[in-house]
């Protein structure tokens, strides 16, 4: 029986919980799956509690200290060799750094999904330069790569991949759950039946939360019925609780930051619309899943969120562009047929394109050909 090792971060978001669906569904499928993530998480704690092999290493914040990381090398060999995995599998960029070098010197093949290559998105071009000039360092180290998206896998050109070693399997997610409605979105407005907008996302730059907050403002303004939730945590709270409360939003009832506690579902069940005001994306699990509850998307229009939204589920508007954002939610609260039909086209389009079966059984084909 094959044995995959997962090697991953973030902790929070849509990486973690990818990497818990494909352990499970590896699993289902008879491979023997390990993982090693961070030393916390709700997706990392659930892996540890589906009796996955897991292993915790202090993936620490942010690309700006090389040296913590790659200090990581060192754990990851001995993990690798006592693992006796016959792949590895890493995700994201960190990760994807230190796990491919530890590899090399185990002599493990590794699949890399990076989960948004770190030369896009709206960066400055001489970290652009840098970055790319990172991945085609580890290019020889790679056996192959899997994308998420297709706008990923055109990136990969840029890190010297040849075609046939990028493969695309997008992402995935269950169909929605049945789970309670969070009473905190319904206790927003005192209990007013105005419609529900959520932002539903990690608090961390490329997210960019900072631009719905701004377009909240104008949303409330133009629809004084509707009601806004800001559902997440992460290192920029502190800051965005400074920008709601510039804005006037958190003296007003219909407005409330949210803490995240899964399943998504929770949220979803009571929101009417779904925002994704990010800056950069692979493919946003987010949207997934809002797909998948028949809940109306405005996203911005980066990285492959049009390949999950299209007019019929929802609308795409220009990144970092509040008042764009602002104008089609307000739209949308102001059509309840239309809203009516996207629902039912996002729960067709989920069920068609973007289960978790259909990801994993493409995953583990990627696995057997570089094992083959």
């Known amino acids: 029986m094959p044995k995959v090792l997962h090697v991953f971060e973030p902790s929070d978001g849509g990486v973690a919980e990818h990497v818990r669906l494909q352990a499970h569904g590896a699993g289902e499928l008879g491979w023997q799956v390990a993982c090693v993530g961070p030393e916390s998480g709700e997706?990392?704690?659930?892996?540890?509690?589906?009796?996955?092999?897991?292993?915790?290493?202090?993936?620490?914040?942010?690309?700006?200290?090389?040296?913590?990381?790659?200090?990581?090398?060192?754990?990851?060999?001995?993990?690798?060799?006592?693992?006796?995995?016959?792949?590895?599998?890493?995700?994201?960029?960190?990760?994807?750094?230190?796990?491919?070098?530890?590899?090399r010197v185990t002599g493990l093949p590794v699949v890399h999904s990076p989960h948004a290559w770190p030369y896009t998105g709206p960066i400055g071009r001489p970290r652009r330069v840098?970055?790319?000039?990172?991945?085609?360092?580890?290019?020889?180290?790679?056996?192959?790569?899997?994308?998420?998206?297709?706008?990923?896998r055109r990136a990969a050109r840029h890190a010297g991949f040849?075609?046939?070693?990028?493969?695309?399997?997008?992402?995935?997610c269950p169909p929605c759950g049945p789970a309670e409605p969070a009473a905190e979105l319904g206790a927003?407005?005192?209990?007013?039946?105005?419609?529900?907008?959520?932002?539903?996302?990690?608090?961390r730059p490329?997210?960019?939360?900072?631009?719905?907050?701004?377009?909240?403002a104008r949303i409330l303004a133009a629809a004084p019925g509707a009601r806004v939730a800001v559902v997440g945590t992460g290192p920029l709270e502190a800051e965005l609780a400074t920008q709601a409360r510039r804005l006037g939003l958190l003296g007003d009832s219909r407005f409330a930051f949210v803490a995240f506690a899964p399943p998504a579902e929770r949220y979803l069940h009571a929101s009417d619309v779904l925002v994704n005001s990010s800056d950069s994306e692979s493919l946003s699990v987010g949207l997934l899943e809002a797909l998948a509850?028949?809940?109306?998307?405005?996203?911005?229009?980066?990285?492959?969120?049009?390949?999950?939204?299209?007019?019929?589920?929802?609308?795409?508007?220009?990144?970092?562009?509040?008042?764009?954002?602002?104008a089609q939610v307000v739209e949308l609260l102001a059509d309840a047929p239309r809203r009516a039909a996207m629902a039912e086209a996002s729960r067709d389009r989920h069920r068609r394109l973007f289960g978790v079966e259909r990801m994993v059984a493409e995953t583990v084909d990627v696995y057997a050909g570089v094992l083959g």
């Open 206 to 216: 490329f997210k960019r939360v900072d631009v719905f907050i701004d377009a909240a």
């Open 188 to 203: 927003l407005g005192a209990g007013a039946a105005g419609l529900v907008v959520t932002s539903l996302s990690s608090f």
């Open 43 to 103: 997706s990392v704690d659930a892996i540890a509690a589906a009796g996955t092999e897991l292993s915790r290493l202090p993936f620490g914040p942010g690309l700006g200290r090389p040296v913590r990381d790659l200090r990581l090398v060192g754990p990851l060999v001995r993990i690798m060799r006592a693992s006796r995995a016959d792949l590895v599998h890493t995700h994201s960029t960190k990760a994807g750094i230190a796990g491919r070098l530890a590899a």
């Open 130 to 152: 840098f970055a790319i000039g990172v991945e085609r360092a580890l290019n020889p180290l790679t056996t192959d790569v899997i994308c998420v998206s297709e706008h990923e």
């Open 162 to 172: 040849a075609p046939e070693r990028v493969h695309l399997v997008r992402n995935g």
């Open 293 to 326: 509850c028949g809940v109306p998307q405005v996203a911005t229009d980066v990285g492959g969120s049009g390949e999950a939204v299209t007019r019929e589920t929802g609308a795409l508007v220009p990144p970092g562009d509040p008042a764009a954002l602002a």
